[in-house]
C-alpha cells in the first residue's frame, strides 16, 4: 500500500491557513516568514494531533472498537484531541493520565471532563501498565473494545498525517506562488517531525525541515531516535527513503538556555517572551509546553542564521495547545509578565 492511499476519516479542517506573518517579518527584518495554522484542525480545538487521529481512527472504525483509550500528561493536547475525535464518532472516550488529581480541572481537563470522558490518573508509573490491563479488562466486561492510541498518535499510521501535510504545503506554496527554505517544528512524540521529514523527501519539497525538542535530552540521541523511527514508517509504507542520523536537523539553542528549558511542559521567563512576542505582533497564541519553546527557536534561527540564512524565507508550523495558557499553574506563573505587557486602570 502506497503511503498515499492510506484510508482515514475526515475530522479536520483543511487545508489549514498558511499565512504570511507580515509584522513578525518585519521586525526581524531577514527573509519573510509564514505560518502554518495546524492549530485551527479541530475537533476540540484540534491541533497538530488531529491529522494523524484521521488515520487512527479510521482502523479504530474498521476493527469495530467502540471506545478510544489514549496516554498522556495531565495536560495533554493529544488526550484532548483524541476525545474530541472519539466523540464526534460516537465512541466512548476513556484518558489514562500519569499524574495525580489536583482536584481542580483547567486547561485542557476542563475541555476533557466537557466532553464527559472516563478519566484515570496514575500518579505511580511503576503501576502503569498493570492498570492499563485492568482498566480495558473493565470495559471488555461490559461488551466494549478499546482501540488503544499510543501516546502522541505516533506510531508509523499516525504519522502519515504529517506525511501527507507536505502535500498540503506544497500545494498552498504553488496557490500563493511563495517560497519556502525551511519548515520549523516541534518534536516530541515525533510523528509530526519524522513525518514531515518524510513527506519532504517523499514529494521532493524544496525546504528542509528543522525541529526544536521539548525536552532537554543529550545531542545525538534524538537525532538517531527520529532516524529510526521514520525508517520504520519508511518500510512500513514501502517508501524507499532512508534517514540518516546526520540528516536530522534539531535547534537545541544555547547550553546554558536550551529552547527546551529546564524540562518538558515547564516554561521559564524566555519561552513566555517568545508567546507575547507572537501574541502582540500577530494575535496568534502559542502554548507553553510545545509552540512556545519552538517559536523561541525560530527567532533565534531567523536573527543568528542557524540553520535559516539572511534572506531565507522560513514556515512555523503551529502545532496548537495554547489552551495549556489557562492551566491554574500557567497562569499563576505568567501574571507578572503579563501586567508587565500591558496596562490595567481601574476606574
Ligand atoms: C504533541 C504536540 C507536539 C509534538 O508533536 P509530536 O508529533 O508528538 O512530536 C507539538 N505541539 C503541540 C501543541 C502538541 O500537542
Not at 498493570?130 to 479488562?137: G, L
Request: hydrophobic residues 35%; contains cysteine.
Amino acid at each position: 500500500m502506497t503511503v498515499e492511499s492510506v484510508k482515514k476519516v475526515k475530522l479536520g479542517h483543511y487545508p489549514t491557513p498558511l499565512e504570511k506573518m507580515e509584522n513578525m517579518t518585519k521586525l526581524l527584518g531577514k527573509g519573510e516568514l509564514f505560518i502554518k495554522r495546524d492549530d485551527t484542525t479541530g475537533p476540540a480545538f484540534g491541533g497538530n494531533k488531529t491529522r494523524k487521529l484521521e488515520y487512527l481512527m479510521q482502523e479504530a472504525l474498521d476493527t469495530g472498537c467502540t471506545a478510544v483509550m489514549t496516554f498522556g500528561g495531565t495536560q495533554t493536547n493529544h488526550g484532548r484531541t483524541t476525545v474530541g475525535a472519539a466523540v464526534k464518532l460516537g465512541l466512548k472516550p476513556i484518558l489514562v493520565l500519569s499524574g495525580t488529581d489536583t482536584g481542580y480541572l483547567s486547561g485542557n481537563l476542563n475541555l476533557d471532563a466537557m466532553m464527559g470522558t472516563d478519566i484515570y490518573f496514575v500518579s505511580d508509573p511503576a503501576k502503569m501498565a498493570d492498570t492499563v490491563a485492568e482498566i480495558i479488562a473493565k470495559y471488555e466486561a461490559q461488551g466494549d473494545k478499546v482501540y488503544q492510541v499510543p501516546v502522541g498518535g505516533s506510531n508509523p499510521l499516525g504519522a502519515v498525517g504529517y506525511i501527507m501535510s507536505v502535500k498540503e504545503i506544497l500545494q498552498q506554496m504553488e496557490e500563493q506562488k511563495v517560497k519556502i527554505d525551511h519548515v520549523v517544528c516541534t518534536v516530541g512524540s515525533m510523528g509530526t517531525f519524522a513525518g514531515m521529514i518524510l513527506g519532504a523527501k517523499y514529494f521532493n519539497a524544496p525546504f528542509d525541515v528543522i525541529a526544536v525538542p521539548v525536552s532537554p535530552a543529550p545531542k545525538g540521541d534524538k537525532e538517531k531516535d527520529v532516524a529510526n523511527f521514520a525508517n520504520e514508517v519508511s518500510k512500513t509504507y514501502g517508501m524507499g527513503i532512508e534517514i540518516k542520523p546526520e540528516d536530522v536537523k534539531i535547534a537545541y539553542g544555547p547550553d546554558a538556555e536550551p529552547y527546551s528549558g529546564e524540562a518538558y511542559n515547564k516554561p521559564d521567563p524566555v519561552t513566555r517572551e517568545a508567546i507575547i512576542t507572537l501574541a502582540k505582533n500577530e494575535g496568534i497564541m502559542l502554548d507553553p509546553t510545545y509552540t512556545g519553546k519552538t517559536f523561541r527557536g525560530f527567532i533565534d534561527m531567523v536573527k543568528e542564521g542557524q540553520f535559516i540564512k539572511e534572506g531565507e524565507n522560513a514556515l512555523f508550523i503551529h502545532t496548537g495547545g495554547a489552551m495549556a495558557l489557562w492551566t491554574k499553574e500557567h497562569l499563576d506563573d505568567m501574571q507578572q509578565q503579563l501586567r508587565e505587557n500591558c496596562t490595567t486602570t481601574q476606574i
